[in-house]
Structures are given as structure tokens and as C-alpha cells.
């Protein structure tokens, strides 16, 4: 951690700020200073908040809801057919428990999907992250789970990199300096989750996920009406209760912004308690990223906000990576080690 000493807060915070995208901008296009204010506070002080106005339609969050319960509602096998194991991209069906947190199983199955594009035909040693990239895995009898899911994350781009234009202009740079890391294959990824509880998952206990920081730019999840999300402040102690607030998204910063400001924008710690025994819970987080081989710099903050920098994460156990792919990967092999074992035996050995 860096030596100056960062402002924070008089007491710790309680509940995350709620903010409204369509009140970002004024009639020139230009970004209101009110806005600003609040996001540069939620995204330095607390590295979570919640927001709405963000564009969906009027039943598109609810749509892809239920669309998600369907598909987990449906056999086993189809599901199977999908599994994250048959691919090196870590897309694709991962079953109940298979993903570990700290080393620990979590309570959850999901669908991991990102934009479908051809693989690379070879890669050099040392951007085994290159093999990131390729297709979906997506149930071909159930066609309304790929059309949702890819229509919500055409959205969820576009309201990523508004929010990524928005925190740079809110800490004083060009809402574009981070334009050519996202220029032409940005490698947004998204999961569609299904949680479950009362000891479904041997050893997981009470371990929806466990305590993690995301390590891209910015998260956008939509969570259901059960609730189980927390989140730790950076210097805090206590954990905040994160209720769902109908149609509205939840926003957190990865590592690479907190790599990006010297800490300034903080990767957040966050969990997610598994719910009760016969209760399901559905949430879909998207991640906006740039392309695989971006490098993500440090960038020249005012000194205003260079004196209150934090300073980057020091645990030995999760040194951060300044390219992207390298980052990503990084937590793939850690989170997924059967898949880990079978396409990348030589990182995993």
C-alpha cells in the first residue's frame, strides 16, 4: 500500500448510494457536476452503489429473470450438455460447486457466455489468455436463454462504457483515455447464476460465493428479489446488506481501475450468502472489459485526488496484472481448476 493517508469517511457506511444514469448528462452532452459528485464519492468511499435509469425496457430485467430460472428448472443432462470443461475459453455450463472461492466450493451453477468470436488459430507462449477467446455454449432447445442473455448484454455495454467515460471525467481525465483498450473486441463477459442453499454443496456451508474482488473494469448485476449480496469498504470492518431495489443494477469496480488510479477507484471486497434451504436465487453480473491484450497503465491523476490514492491491493496471493487477459485468466485458473487442469496443464502443473 502506498504511505499517505486517504481520506475516508467519519463513520463507516451503512447501505450504498443509489444513483440515476438518465440525470448524467446535460442538454450539451456535457456531464452534470451533481452527478460527478455523487459517483466520484460512491466509487472512491464505498466502490459499490446502485443505479437506475440505466435504459432497460420496461419488463427486459424480469424477462431475463424467469428466462433464467426456466433454463435451471430444465433436466440436468441438457444443462450438462453444455459443460465449461469441453472448452479452454471457461464458457459454458459450470455445474453445482464446481467454482471455489478462496479455495472453497461456492453454491451456485451458472452459464458463463461472452461475445462469440472465432478462436485464435495459434498463440505464443506467454498469451495463453488469447485462448479467452471463441464461442458460447447455449442450449439449442431453449433458444429464448441466448437471445435474452445477448440482448442484455448489448445493453449492459453500452451502460458500462457510459459509467467507465463518467468515473474518468468524475477524477479529472478525458472520458475517452481508456478508448483504445476497448477499441474493436472489447471482451465483456457475463454469467447467468443460479444459487442454492441448505447444504446443497458438500463443504460450501453457508458460501453463495466466497469474498472476492472482480478483476475487469466495471460489474453490472441484476439480482432477483431474494437478496444475499454484502459488501466490504475498503478500511471497514462491517459489512453492508445489499437489498435488492427493483429494476435497478448493482455497480462495483474491478482491479483494473484500482491498478489504473493507484487504488484511488477501489476493486471492493463483496460475498454472497447462500439462501435458505428451498429457495432459489437468480442473478446475472456482466462484466465490462477491454480487449484481452490490453495493458491498463497508470494514469496521471489531479493532485487532488493523487494526495487520497490508496494504493494498489498488496496480497501476495492475488498479485494484480497490468494486461487484461493476464488478469482474467489469472482468476479463471484459480476458480475453475478441473477446467484449469485439462487446457492449461502446463500454468496449473
Known amino acids: 500500500m502506498n504511505a499517505t493517508s486517504p481520506s475516508v469517511p467519519a463513520a463507516p457506511r451503512t447501505e450504498l448510494p443509489v444513483i440515476d444514469l438518465s440525470q448524467a448528462r446535460a442538454a450539451d452532452g456535457s456531464f452534470n457536476a451533481e452527478f460527478l459528485d455523487q459517483l466520484r464519492d460512491a466509487a472512491h468511499h464505498v466502490g459499490f452503489f446502485q443505479l437506475v435509469g440505466f435504459g432497460a425496457g420496461e419488463q427486459q430485467a424480469q424477462e431475463l429473470l424467469d428466462t433464467v430460472a426456466a433454463f435451471f428448472k430444465r433436466p440436468l443432462e441438457e444443462r450438462l450438455e453444455l459443460d465449461n470443461r469441453l472448452t479452454s475459453t471457461f464458457r459454458g455450463y459450470t455445474r453445482l460447486g464446481a467454482e471455489r472461492t478462496q479455495g472453497r466450493a461456492d453454491s451456485r451453477e451458472q452459464i458463463d457466455?461472452?461475445?462469440?468470436?472465432?478462436?485464435?488459430?495459434?498463440?505464443?507462449?506467454?498469451?495463453?489468455?488469447?485462448?479467452?477467446?471463441?464461442?458460447?455454449?447455449?442450449?439449442?432447445?431453449?433458444?429464448?436463454?441466448?437471445?435474452?442473455?445477448?440482448?442484455?448484454?448489448?445493453?449492459?455495454?453500452?451502460?458500462?462504457?457510459?459509467?467507465?467515460?463518467?468515473?474518468?471525467?468524475?477524477?479529472?481525465?478525458?472520458?475517452?483515455?481508456?478508448?483504445?483498450?476497448?477499441?474493436?473486441?472489447?471482451?465483456?463477459?457475463?454469467?447467468?447464476?443460479?444459487?442454492?442453499?441448505?447444504?446443497?454443496?458438500?463443504?460450501?456451508?453457508?458460501?453463495?460465493?466466497?469474498?472476492?474482488?472482480?478483476?475487469?473494469?466495471?460489474?453490472?448485476?441484476?439480482?432477483?428479489?431474494?437478496?444475499?449480496?454484502?459488501?466490504?469498504?475498503?478500511?471497514?470492518?462491517?459489512?453492508?446488506?445489499?437489498?435488492?431495489i427493483p429494476g435497478a443494477l448493482v455497480v462495483n469496480l474491478g482491479e483494473m481501475l484500482e491498478v489504473a488510479t493507484d487504488g484511488y477507484l477501489m476493486a471492493t471486497i463483496h460475498r454472497v450468502t447462500a439462501p435458505p434451504a428451498g429457495v432459489d436465487r437468480y442473478s446475472v453480473p456482466f462484466f465490462w472489459a477491454p480487449r484481452l491484450d490490453a495493458v491498463v497503465e497508470a494514469v496521471e491523476l489531479p493532485a487532488e485526488y493523487a494526495a487520497d490514492a490508496r494504493g494498489v491491493s498488496d496480497d501476495p496471493s492475488n498479485p494484480l496484472l497490468s494486461v487484461y487477459g493476464a488478469n482474467m485468466l489469472k482468476g479463471f485458473l484459480r476458480a475453475h481448476p478441473e477446467v484449469a487442469a485439462r487446457h492449461y496443464p502446463e500454468l496449473v502443473g
Open 113 to 244: 457466455f461472452g461475445p462469440a468470436r472465432e478462436p485464435f488459430a495459434s498463440v505464443d507462449a506467454g498469451q495463453e489468455y488469447l485462448r479467452l477467446q471463441g464461442g458460447n455454449l447455449f442450449p439449442a432447445a431453449f433458444p429464448e436463454l441466448e437471445e435474452r442473455a445477448m440482448a442484455w448484454a448489448s445493453l449492459m455495454s453500452s451502460v458500462g462504457a457510459e459509467l467507465l467515460a463518467a468515473l474518468l471525467a468524475a477524477i479529472g481525465l478525458p472520458e475517452d483515455h481508456f478508448a483504445a483498450a476497448f477499441e474493436r473486441d472489447p471482451m465483456w463477459m457475463g454469467k447467468l447464476v443460479h444459487y442454492v442453499g441448505g447444504d446443497a454443496v458438500p463443504g460450501a456451508g453457508t458460501q453463495g460465493v466466497g469474498a472476492h474482488a472482480d478483476y475487469g473494469f466495471v460489474t453490472l448485476l441484476l439480482q432477483d428479489s431474494v437478496g444475499g449480496l454484502e459488501v466490504q469498504p475498503h478500511g471497514q470492518s462491517e459489512w453492508i446488506d445489499v437489498p435488492p
